[in-house]
Structure formats: C-alpha cells, structure tokens
C-alpha cells in the first residue's frame, strides 16, 4: 500500500506551514512523529490516500490563516 507524509511545522511566531513531503509503499503505515528546536515543533503524519493528505495540508494551513486575526 501507499502511505503519503504531511511535514507541518509550528513556529514560535504563531507562523504554520504544512506541505505533503513523501510517499511510501510499505505494509504497514509508517508512525506519526513530532521533534522540536529552537525554530518550530515539526510533526511528520502519514496518510492513506493523497486526498486525506491534501485536506490536512489545507485544515492546517487554513488555521494559520484564522490565527493572524488575533
């Protein structure tokens, strides 16, 4: 099966961004991760299909939007 990998990453700015880096083929879907730095707390998710990645990118990105109101 096809597994597709969201980066998104949170800065200390309140900034967000989000992009579809990676596919793999694999039995199992790879896990979730998260690390952190001085930069921005970075989280690697993986999905089942390329639409389920694409609406993450977009939900995520769509809350760095609503945040810049604040």
């Not at 990676?22 to 390329?50: H, I, L, M, R």
Request: aromatic residues 14%.
């Amino acid at each position: 099966m096809k597994y597709y990998a969201v980066v998104s990453c949170y800065y200390g700015d309140g900034k967000v961004s989000a992009n579809m880096v990676d596919t793999v083929e694999a039995d199992k879907k790879p896990k979730n991760s998260c690390t952190g730095s001085q930069y921005c707390d970075s989280y690697v998710n993986w999905f089942d299909s390329v639409e389920e990645a694409e609406e993450f990118v977009k939900q995520t990105l769509a809350y760095d939007e609503s945040s810049k109101g604040e």
